[in-house]
Structure formats: structure tokens, C-alpha cells
């Protein structure tokens, strides 16, 4: 069962159809009620291949059950090479 | 390994390390080849970044592959924030790259020039007094400046990294007194010279001068052969370690003679 963070629910109107974010710069069409962790595993990765962000918060794989909400801009972080 | 490399061993927080090269991931012709430099070099501290996911699923396959080639000599890895110019950036990266890593350990870059890549003195220390706060083991890559340096430790950096030179440019130790000077009036704490090294000759010589260790990348991962170029870091910076402790001669302005002249058995009018 989802639960909507009262902080972050979307506002009833866009709930009923859904709610766009910006994934990686990109708007992205989610179904209502999508979590953090909903969508990175959507997106094919395993909760522990990536770290999330959104609206350029660090957000915790503890702390993915948080509802998208409308224009949530969402950045995923994966791991590389680096000097 | 003899009882005097064992003896001569340094210390991140509570973790003793005996190798004294610290060495960056990035550039390498192939993986294997990354791994092989690894093991050449004998690092027990190996960088790595993150990066924005873009593409539509992730590989970090590359990480088991590090991670195994730094298995055989107990490394760790040390992520890193590049790419960040605010501090409130550098901490939320901070934050991921723990999570991500599982490990506290963070390389605090924060660049306030995009030019020479030089880092913004305000917001590294800004940064590193808040991911001290929140627990990390901060590396700050920093500039020689002294004063900027004392403001790292006050902040809560247990180390310091000053740059050799602008990143990638393989220039050696540009300000040879700036870094003399900071040993000098910090004689109790590592001191890491990270980027600017290009051949091993300027790894030597920051360990003769007293440096604690080394982090270098370009050096190696652009050599026409990475894996003997790590491996002749390797044998420079202990060479230079090993000078070091054994005292390096104090310079003349004037010949000194080396041979003893008295007691010549030859005459010469």
C-alpha cells in the first residue's frame, strides 16, 4: 500500500492524473502515488546500484518510500571512475 | 615488505596504511589495465567519482573490479565530490557517495575556477565543516595556502591535500616553498600532495621535502604503459620516503670538497 509524505503529496488534481517530474533534466510521466523506490526499480536498477537526490536533497535508500510529487526533480547518481 | 617499510606506516583516523601512494581511477585504456595499475602500485587508497545517471540502467561493474584488484593489498576506496562549486553541493554529494561506497572516507573537492580548476578556499571550508559535523573523514583538496590549511583542520579535516599543481597538468610542485612552509608550521599532521604530478621524479620529491603520501592519476593513466608507469611511482615514492628519513644533505652555496686533501702522497708544482 503506498502512503503519501504529507510534504511531499501531490495536490489532489494532479494525483488523479498522475504527476510529471524531471528525471535527469528530462520530464517524466509517473502514476500517482509512484515512491522513490518505485521508480529507480522502474528504471531497472537495483536499490543499492544507485543514490537519489531529489530537488538537490540527498534522499536516503532508507528514506525512497517518499511519494513523487509534481515537478520533483529527481537525480540518480551511479558510481565511475574518478581521480 | 622489510621491518623498515613495516615501521614506517601512517594513519587515516584509526586506519594504519604502509603504502604512501594514493592513486585516481580515471582515464585508464581498459579496465584491466586499471586493475593491473593498481596492483602495480601497491595503493591502499584508490579514488573513484560519481557521476549523474543518464543512461537508462546503471553498470558499476567497474567497482567489483577495483574493488578485487585492491583486494590483494587491503585498499580502500576514497570517492570524491568533483564537479562541485557550492558547498551545499559538495555535501549532498558527499552524502550519496557514503551511501553509495559504504564508506565515510570523502575527497572534498570544490572548485571555485573552472580555468585551473582551483578550489573555492570559503566553500571547502564551509563544506568540510558540516560533513565533519555529519561524521565523513574529510580529504580536502586544497590550495598551499597556510592559512586556508589551519581553517581545514579547525573545521575538522584530520588531513590535508594541497595541490601540487592544477589538475591533470603534470607541472611537478609549482610553489616548492608554499609546501616547505606547510610542513613546516604543521609538522603533526599528513599532508597529501594530490594533482600536478606527472612524472615520478615530483612524487620524490614531495616525499623528500616530508610529505606524507601521494594522490596522483594523469601520471600513470596517461602513460604510453600505465602499469609500469604505477609501478615506477611505487619505487619513487619510497625512494623519496626513505631519503627523507634518512636526511637529506643540507645545500651549499659553495664547493665542498669531497675527497680529503691532507696527507696527499703526491706533490704537483
Same mark, same amino acid.
Given at each position: 500500500m503506498k502512503s503519501f509524505d504529507k510534504s511531499t503529496s501531490a495536490p489532489v488534481e494532479a494525483s488523479a492524473k498522475g504527476v510529471t517530474i524531471q528525471l535527469d533534466d528530462q520530464p517524466k510521466h509517473v502514476p500517482a502515488g509512484t515512491t522513490l523506490a518505485e521508480l529507480v526499480a522502474a528504471l531497472g536498477?537495483?536499490?543499492?546500484a544507485v543514490s537519489t537526490a531529489v530537488n538537490g536533497a540527498f534522499v536516503a535508500r532508507t528514506a525512497r518510500d517518499r511519494v513523487l510529487a509534481e515537478g520533483d526533480t529527481v537525480l540518480l547518481f551511479q558510481p565511475i571512475v574518478g581521480g | 615488505m622489510n621491518k623498515g617499510a613495516a615501521a614506517d606506516s601512517w594513519m587515516v583516523g584509526d586506519v594504519t596504511l604502509a603504502s604512501r601512494f594514493l592513486l585516481g581511477t580515471a582515464g585508464y585504456p581498459s579496465p584491466q589495465v586499471l586493475a593491473d595499475a593498481i596492483a602495480a602500485s601497491g595503493a591502499q587508497i584508490v579514488t573513484v567519482g560519481l557521476k549523474r545517471q543518464l543512461a537508462a540502467a546503471g553498470d558499476n561493474s567497474f567497482v567489483e573490479i577495483i574493488r578485487a584488484a585492491m583486494a590483494t593489498h587491503g585498499a580502500r576506496l576514497l570517492p570524491n565530490t568533483a564537479g562541485c562549486t557550492t558547498a551545499r553541493e559538495a555535501v549532498q554529494l558527499a552524502h550519496m557517495a557514503r551511501e553509495l561506497y !559504504?564508506? /565515510?572516507?570523502i575527497k572534498l573537492e570544490v572548485v571555485g !575556477?573552472?580555468?585551473?580548476? %582551483? /578550489? !573555492?578556499p570559503v566553500e571547502l571550508v564551509e563544506a568540510a565543516r558540516q560533513l565533519a559535523r555529519d561524521g565523513f573523514t574529510v580529504f580536502p583538496y586544497c590550495t598551499d595556502d597556510l592559512v586556508t590549511c589551519k581553517r581545514l583542520l579547525d573545521a575538522g579535516c584530520p588531513l590535508l591535500m594541497p595541490w *601540487?599543481? /592544477?589538475?591533470?597538468?603534470? %607541472?611537478?610542485?609549482?610553489?616548492p616553498f608554499a609546501l616547505r612552509l606547510l610542513r613546516e608550521r604543521l609538522p603533526d599532521v599528513p599532508l597529501i600532495i594530490d594533482a *600536478?604530478?606527472?612524472?615520478p621524479s615530483h612524487a620524490a620529491q614531495a616525499m623528500e621535502m616530508g610529505y606524507d603520501a601521494v594522490l596522483l592519476n594523469s601520471a600513470v593513466s596517461q602513460a604510453s604503459d600505465p602499469v609500469r608507469m604505477a609501478g615506477a611511482f611505487r619505487q619513487a615514492i619510497e625512494a623519496g620516503r626513505t631519503a627523507y628519513r634518512a636526511g637529506v644533505m643540507a645545500k651549499q652555496d659553495f664547493a665542498v670538497a669531497t675527497t680529503p686533501v691532507t696527507g696527499n702522497p703526491f706533490l704537483i708544482n
Open positions: 536498477h537495483a536499490p543499492q | !559504504d564508506t /565515510p572516507w !575556477d573552472e580555468y585551473t580548476l %582551483q /578550489p !573555492d *601540487g599543481a /592544477p589538475i591533470g597538468s603534470g %607541472q611537478g610542485l609549482v610553489n *600536478g604530478i606527472g612524472a
